[in-house]
């Protein structure tokens, strides 16, 4: 029984996405936002379709450091590359930007910011351990 509990609560985790509010609020009990967009998703911000310049609830994964995103149907790599600073944990919880066609910027709730480029659409991340 607590392993379907477990399942259910990442199957909502993993269900879709959602565009902050006017406020720019956002909750941090937001089950709408996935933990990590990837291909396998079909909803905003993970999928083809973001507005240039409104910021969406974006959770990006810095385990093994600020390595790529999927965000508006294709990755994105860091410009420049950087390390993600020491306050932030393995998957940061923020707002994702298109600032403009091929770029975007991630900031963080807690603090800090990381410019992204639009990879080549031969792109795929690199195992992380």
Do not use: Q
């Not at 199957?11 to 936002?33: H, I, K, M, Q």
């Not at 965000?71 to 600073?85: I, N, S, T």
């Amino acid at each position: 029984m607590r392993r379907l509990s477990v399942l259910l609560v990442l199957a909502f985790a993993l269900a879709g996405c959602s565009v902050l509010s006017p406020t720019g609020e956002e909750g941090a009990d937001d089950f709408r936002v996935p933990l990590v967009c990837g291909p396998e998703h079909n909803k905003l911000p993970c999928t083809a379709g973001v507005e240039e310049g409104v910021g969406y609830r974006f959770n990006l994964l810095t385990h093994c450091g600020i390595e790529w995103a999927y965000f508006d149907g294709r990755y994105w790599v860091p410009m420049p590359m950087l390390d993600a600073p020491s306050h932030w944990a393995g998957i940061e919880a923020g707002t994702m930007v298109l600032e403009r066609r091929g770029v975007a910027v991630f900031e963080a709730t807690k603090g800090g910011t990381a410019h992204f480029v639009a990879a080549p659409r031969s792109y795929r991340p690199p195992d992380c351990e």
